[in-house]
Nanobody
Framework: QVQLVESGGGLAQTGGSLRLSCAAS????????MGWYRQAPGKQRELVAV???????DYADSVKGRFTISRDNAKNMVYLQMSSLKPEDTAVYYC??????????????WGQGTLVTVSS
């Protein structure tokens, strides 16, 4: 059973920083793209950042220059360094990964979500 587990959410002040981590565990042969999404109250889930297995990255316009996504392929982990946080960054953040397991099929997985609250 492959799963994603996030950590690192919490409360930050405007202008502060937080680092989210996501670990993939289980019988994993490889991981393609990994990313972070977020869902604010009353809003749809939106892409925050994505990183390919070749470490190419892309970001939502709203976080460019403030957030950095990275991954450690040896540890099957993805990170999101968030800086210059704004109240509008408040949301539940979800890790996402396209994982190749023993079936040799790529499965899209989601973490359980971690809450980030930015106070003004």
């Amino acid at each position: 059973q492959v799963q994603l587990v996030e950590s690192g959410g919490g409360l930050a002040q405007t202008g502060g920083s937080l680092r989210l981590s996501c670990a993939a565990s289980g019988s994993i042969l490889g991981i393609n793209a990994m990313g972070w999404y977020r869902q604010a109250p009353g809003k749809q889930r939106e892409l925050v950042a994505v990183i390919t297995d070749g470490s190419s990255t892309d970001y939502a316009d709203s976080v460019k220059g403030r957030f950095t996504i990275s991954r450690d392929n040896a540890k099957n982990m993805v990170y999101l360094q968030m800086s210059s946080l704004k109240p509008e960054d408040t949301a539940v953040y979800y890790c996402n990964a396209h994982v190749v397991g023993l079936s040799l099929r790529s499965l899209e997985l989601w973490g359980q979500g971690t809450l980030v609250t930015v106070s003004s």
